[in-house]
């Protein structure tokens, strides 16, 4: 069973810094490409950041570019993004995402439960 916890939502004031996790088992973690997608209140699914299964890959969306950094251990299975300068608007449930190759970020066919962030005074 394909299983993704996401870890590491929390408070935090506008300028901070986060590091988000995500836990992947069920599958083999280095062969797939994997994503962040957020959801912010009242609005649709977005697009973060994306990396191909062997990590030499990364692609960000323009509102996160120069500010987040999407990273993944094939050793530990583990899906990683440091969030820094970070702003209200990144206030959203983050998710982590399966894609259903090793180098496109889309379509995916799993997604984890989510982890809350909040960027506030």
């Known amino acids: 069973e394909v299983q993704l916890v996401e870890s590491g939502g929390f408070l935090v004031q506008p300028g901070g810094s986060l590091r988000l996790s995500c836990a992947a088992s069920g599958f083999t973690f280095s062969t797939y490409a994997m994503s962040w997608v957020r959801q912010a209140p009242g609005k649709g699914l977005e697009w973060v950041s994306g990396?191909?299964?062997?990590?030499?890959?990364?692609s960000y969306a323009d509102s996160v570019k120069g500010r987040f950094t999407i990273s993944r251990d094939n050793a530990k299975n583990m899906l990683n993004l440091q969030m820094n300068s970070l702003k209200p608007e990144d206030t959203a449930v983050y998710y982590c995402t399966k894609s259903v190759d090793s180098s496109s970020y889309y379509p995916t066919d799993y997604r984890g439960q989510g982890t809350q962030v909040i960027v506030s005074s």
């Open positions: 990396i191909n299964s062997g990590g030499g890959i990364t």
